[in-house]
């Protein structure tokens, strides 16, 4: 029942619709019958106007068609203005003889001619116009510009960003036509288009090299490629493509190609570029060996050989050191064989077309072919590139510091000897004006630093790297320094005195060698010896010098260290305590000799104080030596007194014995000698030979005669004072201020009137300073703003 209600629904719904229907198709009859003959007017008119507009159209076609046939056949619309300066008619396409690449309705236009193409104009030629060439068979139309093609555009695609990836013009948008259309009449150079508009104008250049053959126009071709690769070179794909292009339009016109030039600039590629092939192959033509400067140029073109960091950043010296590598590994050059010739041929970069390239080039070996391992090159590149790692990472931190001295430092030594090093000539040039031309200079370390441009460290200590970077620094100039860390002497800080002195390759010597060792101890003990009693004076230092001079087995440059060694170390006393416990595992031998060589110091002035004693002692004790031996040795150092010793006045009793020998010295006690005099001269005339010394001090290693320098010992550093005098200043400039009587005391020693040397040193002040050095008083003090100019006037001497 409910399903009959619904179907009678719809039937009804039905016949409703097809009445509308039948309705509205009587009102159309009726109004059509009634309005016939004005719906039959209007027809008539839009029919017309229809037949009108076609016929202009077509007329417009007509009269475009005429404009772009050959002249013979009309009146020129156009003309080509000619370099010449005459005016020609315009030759349009399909007019001139064509060659074998192009077909019937192509042409190539010539550099001589103007052509408009959709309304713009086109000079300089040098592109195909018309709608396709004919290539082996095949049509190509990717590069030809074709008039009939509509390239008109309101926004020009001047960036090509429509164009893909291998333009075609005959398929770009109008709005990528119309830009390079544009690009070509503004001289193509023009560097807002993109690089799509450029390589479209190149297609059609490497196809009239090498698929028309156009050999004559090939020099003009290169010239034009040559200049887009100036302006677009930055572009890599064009770069490579219009490199391989430049390459290969020479082999095929015969034309000579530039010879490589290492660069760390090589931009990867997948083979080897031609100008290498064709360089290598000449030279193997020549000879079976490649020798350095042609290796370089070889591994740098391998595709599987990449430049690491050092060797990009540091190039310059990265070439120089691969030929001092490659010439010591292949002196006769490394002989190379190949299995074939060199054949080449031009892939498009278009890629419509590929072709062989003929030329002298097929009678050279390729290296593309080579049977020789290459790895020995491979492997030469990377040791290279390590050696500058160094260099490399300071440049990288520092880059104002690539021709430093401590930038030289990190070359290796062979690549500098090698190489100018500018920083390091200067610094050579500075220290001979430093040293005035002698064999020995005394300076302050921080002097040495700014002389070398070092930076002095915030904290004011010196590393142990850094003394070492200048020890390597001088040994490149043939100085030495001592101090020297590296020949066991400790770490100069920059206030502390060095001596420099000529040596070749810096003077090493070996600190371990039993006599450079055992002499080196001695002086070390000697020095804590004559500071044992509070004061070092010169006659102490020239004892020991004269020790060093009559060393055996030390060579001239080892007395030179040993000798500047003890100046600087009487200035700077070391620590007591860290001496005698080095002393612990030296040889008995050793031993023996540097307890008698320390009781030889503190006897040698005549006189034994507590203090000296008791530091003899503390030597023995780290020495493993009795104290009986060292009073022993004590007694036998002390000469007899020639005279009578004194008693008491003589009160004869029966029964009293004749007085004893004095007893041997004793730590509380002082004892008073007398010198001999004979000893006293041999002494004396030992220090006199001093002065002698450091002049001869070479004579092992530097035949040539040199100017005699002054001893260290016994020349004055202050012009002026004599060496008693300039003892009384350094006393007082090493404590700022000593007692007067201390000052008295010390004076009569010397021989000297403490008020007449009080005088003596203020008046040699007055004319070096304008004013007194010491001021009298309870204290003799010296001027605290003079303690300077007396460093500087001991850094001159």
Request: proline share 6%.
């Amino acid at each position: 029942m409910g399903r009959r209600k619904g179907g009678s629904a719809a039937g009804m719904g039905l016949l409703i619709v097809l009445g509308l229907i039948f309705a509205a198709l009587s009102a159309v009859y009726r109004f059509i019958v009634e309005n016939l003959a004005a719906i039959t007017g209007f027809g008539t008119v839009v029919g017309l106007l229809l037949i009108l507009w076609y016929l202009f159209s077509k007329l417009e076609g007509q009269k475009s068609s005429v404009a772009e046939r050959p002249l013979a056949t009309q009146q020129p619309q156009i003309q080509l203005l000619s370099q010449r300066g005459y005016v020609e008619p315009l030759v349009q396409f399909g007019s001139r003889a064509r060659s074998a690449g192009t077909s019937g309705q192509t042409r190539w236009v010539a550099p001589t001619e103007t052509i408009i193409v959709q309304g713009v104009s086109v000079a300089g030629g040098m592109f195909y116009l018309g709608t396709a060439l004919s290539f082996e068979g095949r049509e190509i139309d990717e590069y030809v510009v074709n008039p009939e093609l509509s390239a008109k555009s309101s926004r020009p695609d001047v960036e090509g960003t429509s164009m893909p990836y291998w333009p075609s013009y005959a398929e770009v948008a109008p709005a990528a036509r119309r830009a390079f259309l544009e690009w070509m009449s503004t001289g193509r150079r023009a560097k807002p288009y993109g690089i799509g508009h450029v390589f479209l104008y190149f297609y059609g250049l490497e196809h009239r090299v090498f698929a028309d053959r156009d050999v004559g126009n090939v020099p003009a071709l290169i010239a034009e490629v040559d200049q887009l690769l100036r302006v677009y070179g930055d572009n890599g794909s064009f770069h490579g493509y219009a490199t391989h292009f430049l390459d290969l339009a020479r082999c095929a016109a015969g034309l000579p190609l530039p010879v490589p030039e290492p660069s760390a600039d090589t931009a990867y590629a997948a083979e080897m570029g031609t100008a290498v092939r064709l360089h290598l192959g000449r030279r193997l033509a020549q000879s079976a060996a490649i020798l350095s400067e042609d290796a370089l140029i070889w591994v740098l073109a391998l595709p599987d050989v990449y430049l690491r960091t050092a060797a990009v950043r540091c190039f310059d010296k990265f070439v120089p050191l691969w030929h001092l590598r490659f010439r010591s590994r292949f002196p006769e050059g490394l002989r190379v064989a190949t299995s074939g010739n060199i054949d080449l041929s031009y892939r498009a970069a278009s890629g419509a077309f590929e072709v062989p390239v003929d030329g002298p080039h097929r009678d050279y070996p390729d290296v593309t072919k080579v049977k020789t391992s290459l790895e020995p090159l491979r492997q030469l590149v990377q040791e290279c590139t390590d050696e500058l790692d160094g260099f490399s990472r300071l440049l990288g931190r520092r880059p104002e510091a690539r021709n430093s001295v401590q930038a030289a430092l990190l070359l290796p030594e062979d690549l500098l000897a090698e190489t100018v090093f500018e920083a390091v000539r200067e610094f050579g040039q500075r220290l001979s004006e430093i040293m005035g031309g002698k064999q020995l200079a005394s300076t302050k370390m921080d002097t040495v630093l700014r002389l070398a441009n070092f930076e002095l460290p915030d904290s004011g200590k010196l590393s142990p790297a850094v003394a070492d970077q200048l020890g390597q620094v001088l040994d490149r100039l043939d100085i030495a320094i001592e101090p020297d860390r590296r020949y066991g002497g400790g770490v100069p800080q920059p206030q502390d005195q060095v001596f420099l002195f000529n040596a070749p390759g810096g003077g090493p010597v070996d600190s371990e060698r039993p006599a450079y060792r055992s002499m080196k101890a001695q002086v070390e003990v000697a020095v804590l010896a004559a500071a044992a009693d509070g004061e070092a004076s010169g006659e102490e230092i020239q004892r020991v010098i004269a020790g060093i001079k009559e060393g055996v087995d030390l060579g001239g440059v080892e007395r030179a260290r040993l000798i500047s060694f003890a100046i600087t170390i009487f200035n700077s006393p070391p620590k007591q305590a860290r001496v005698l416990k080095r002393l612990a595992d030296r040889s008995p031998a050793e031993r023996a000799t540097i307890a008698k060589a320390a009781v030889a110091i503190v006897v040698g002035d005549g006189t034994v104080q507590p203090d000296e004693v008791r530091f003899l002692e503390k030597l023995h004790k780290a020495l493993g030596l009795p104290k009986e031996q060292l009073y022993s040795e004590l007694h036998k150092a002390v000469p007899r007194s020639d005279e009578p010793v004194a008693i008491s006045i003589e009160q004869r009793q029966a029964g009293i014995p004749i007085p004893k020998e004095a007893p041997v010295p004793t730590p509380d006690a002082v004892v008073r000698i007398r010198i001999d005099a004979e000893r006293l001269a041999r002494a004396q005339r030992e220090t006199a030979e001093v002065s002698e010394l450091l002049a001869n001090i070479f004579e092992e290693e530097t035949p040539p005669p040199v100017e005699t320098v002054a001893a260290v010992a016994n020349a004055s550093a202050f012009e002026g004072l004599d060496q008693s005098h300039t003892e009384l200043v350094e006393l007082i400039e090493l404590k700022g201020a000593v007692p007067k009587l201390e000052f008295e005391e010390r004076a009569r020693a010397m021989k000297l009137l403490a008020e007449g040397a009080l005088e003596r040193i203020n008046d040699w002040a007055f004319e070096r300073f304008d004013e007194a050095l010491l001021e009298d008083g309870d204290e003799i003090v010296m001027a605290p703003h003079l303690r300077e100019r007396l460093s500087e006037l001991r850094e001159t001497a």
